[in-house]
């Protein structure tokens, strides 16, 4: 079972990654209409975003760990909690300080707000490697505004896909064990 899950896993990602790959071309393709300079764009532009979501996941990870952690005590708890050693019930005891909780909740603003930086970063490399590959400031700006915007449709239908194939696979999964 837990080859089978890896295995799908991995099926899912890197089907993820052939259609960014094939919408990047695709949307560079039809601003720039020069097959070289889309292929150039659709390698180089995912390649960069990996490095830099890699970084920005990392800076949000140091910005919440901050806030949550202030002490030895508190990490060592989060630690546990996170582990599902602690019991629910100490899981949402507070301290007597801003009612720190270590189910560790994050608002809806902090949520927002991630999303936001990274849908500016995607935007600036995506700007960047465009314009470094073109020189063209006007075909950057298109491709900055617009892949991200394809990108987002074709991620949501891809998950939908991938939903289905799941649900199927786990509706076949127990018809066959109550068999």
Do not use: C, N
């Given at each position: 079972?837990?080859?089978?899950?890896?295995?799908?896993?991995?099926?899912?990602?890197?089907?993820?990654?052939?259609?960014?790959?094939?919408?990047?071309?695709?949307?560079?393709?039809?601003?720039?209409?020069?097959?070289?300079?889309?292929?150039?764009?659709?390698?180089?532009?995912?390649?960069?975003?990996?490095?830099?979501?890699?970084?920005?996941?990392?800076?949000?990870?140091?910005?919440?760990?901050?806030?949550?952690?202030?002490?030895?005590?508190?990490?060592?708890?989060?630690?546990?909690?996170?582990?599902?050693?602690?019991?629910?019930?100490?899981?949402?005891?507070?301290?007597?300080?801003?009612?720190?909780?270590?189910?560790?909740?994050?608002?809806?603003?902090?949520?927002?707000?991630?999303?936001?930086?990274?849908?500016?970063?995607?935007?600036?490399?995506?700007?960047?490697?465009?314009?470094?590959?073109?020189?063209?400031?006007?075909?950057?700006?298109?491709?900055?505004?617009?892949?991200?915007?394809?990108?987002?449709?074709?991620?949501?239908?891809?998950?939908?896909?991938?939903?289905?194939?799941?649900?199927?696979?786990?509706?076949?999964?127990a018809e066959m064990?109550?068999?």
């Amino acid at each position: 079972m837990l080859i089978s899950t890896a295995r799908r896993l991995a099926l899912k990602i890197a089907s993820y990654g052939v259609m960014h790959l094939v919408v990047a071309i695709l949307v560079a393709f039809a601003i720039t209409r020069d097959w070289r300079l889309a292929l150039a764009v659709g390698v180089v532009e995912p390649f960069f975003q990996t490095i830099a979501y890699s970084i920005h996941d990392r800076v949000w990870h140091r910005i919440e760990r901050r806030r949550t952690l202030s002490g030895l005590e508190e990490a060592s708890e989060a630690f546990t909690a996170r582990l599902q050693i602690m019991v629910p019930e100490e899981q949402t005891r507070a301290h007597g300080h801003h009612g720190h909780s270590h189910a560790l909740p994050r608002s809806l603003s902090q949520i927002a707000l991630k999303s936001v930086t990274y849908g500016v970063m995607h935007f600036v490399v995506a700007v960047t490697v465009a314009f470094a590959l073109t020189r063209d400031w006007r075909v950057s700006l298109a491709i900055g505004i617009i892949e991200p915007l394809v990108q987002t449709v074709f991620f949501t239908l891809h998950d939908r896909i991938w939903t289905r194939i799941e649900a199927r696979k786990a509706k076949r999964a127990a018809e066959m064990a109550s068999a």
